[in-house]
Nanobody, 124 residues
C-alpha cells in the first residue's frame, strides 16, 4: 500500500514556474514507476510526465517540465517552467508497481495509487 500526497500548486502568471512535490509512504518507493497527470475542467485526465526505468513527457510539456525523484526521501518532483494558461488543471501524482517492467506508461488506468491532487492555475 502506498499513500501519496502532492503539494506545491498555486496561482502563477504565464511564463512563471512552479515545483510540485509528491511525498510517498512505504519502503519500496524506488521500485515504483511514478507519474504526473492533470485534469482540466471538462477534460479527461491526461499524462504529463513519468519516471521509472526511463523518463517520459507528454509532447505538450516537453522542454518546459522536468520530472525528478529522490528515492531516499520517497519524493517525486515536477518542475514546471514557462507555464501557459492551458497548463491550468488539477495535477495528480500516481504510482505503479509492476513485476515485469518499470518503463513509464501513459495510461492513467495502469496506475494503482493516486494522490488527492493539487490545483495549478496559470493566469494570462
Amino acid at each position: 500500500q502506498v499513500q501519496l500526497a502532492e503539494s506545491g500548486g498555486g496561482l502563477v502568471q504565464a511564463g512563471g514556474s512552479l515545483r510540485l512535490c509528491c511525498a510517498a509512504s512505504g519502503r519500496t518507493f524506488s521500485s515504483y514507476t511514478m507519474g504526473w497527470f492533470r485534469q482540466a475542467p471538462g477534460k479527461d485526465r491526461e499524462f504529463v510526465a513519468g519516471s521509472g526505468s526511463n523518463t517520459y513527457y507528454a509532447d505538450s510539456v516537453k522542454g518546459r517540465f522536468a520530472i525528478s525523484r529522490d528515492n531516499a526521501k520517497n519524493t517525486v518532483y515536477l518542475q514546471m517552467n514557462s507555464l501557459k494558461p492551458e497548463d491550468t488543471a488539477i495535477y495528480y501524482c500516481a504510482a505503479r508497481l509492476s513485476r515485469v517492467s518499470r518503463v513509464v506508461v501513459t495510461s492513467w488506468s495502469d496506475y494503482t495509487y493516486w494522490g488527492q491532487g493539487t490545483q495549478v492555475t496559470v493566469s494570462s
